[in-house]
């Protein structure tokens, strides 16, 4: 059995919480930020609203942009500062905000996402470090908060692998007559 690739947490404006029983809006985060030993004393930049209509659809161009720049955006805190990253999955199509937790929050008054919905920092010790993409993935994975998840995680059922890659399903090659 695969492990879903996202947690849930939940923020109410001011806090983050992996409590279930903690008010505020539950939201998908890449699962590896909450596994592992936590990073005391962190910073998280939530860019996100507690309000649940407060989404955009992954794929505007806004998104798809910030993303984009969110890969260059990072690059200065990689090695001691990035904890990790993680933007909140509402379901298969739909963005609720981001997350960019560091041990200092210096980095936070560039944050691309910023331009979707405001940052608030909060002080933390729920996240844990993941290491960054070997590249600039900026393809998302159904349901999967970005940067996380493969193919391999999964899929709508009854989807192969390479139907989820886009392939076309073979047609059965013609017998041929045995002489």
């Not at 993935?137 to 493969?150: F, K, L």
């Not at 391999?152 to 390479?162: E, K, L, Q, S, W």
């Amino acid at each position: 059995m695969t492990r879903r690739p996202f947690a849930y947490i939940r923020f109410d404006g001011k806090r983050l919480s992996a409590d279930r029983s903690t008010p505020g809006r539950r939201l998908r985060i890449d699962a590896r930020c909450l596994q592992g030993e936590p990073v005391e004393g962190a910073y998280a930049h939530v860019c996100a609203l507690p309000d649940p209509d407060a989404a955009l659809r992954y794929d505007e161009p806004e998104v798809q942009g910030v993303r984009r720049d969110a890969l260059a955006w990072w690059i200065p805190m990689l090695g001691d500062d990035l904890i990790c990253l993680s933007t909140f999955a509402l379901d298969a199509s739909r963005c609720g905000g981001a997350v960019t937790v560091a041990t200092n929050p210096r980095h936070f008054d560039r944050d691309p996402f910023a331009r979707l919905f405001p940052g608030t920092v909060v002080r933390t010790d729920l996240f844990s470090p993941v290491a960054p993409p070997p590249g600039p993935v900026v393809e998302r994975y159904s349901g999967t908060p970005w940067p996380a998840g493969t193919f391999a995680d999964g899929g709508p059922p009854g989807v192969t692998p390479a139907r989820r890659r886009g392939s076309r399903p073979r047609a059965a090659a013609p017998e041929r007559p045995t002489p």
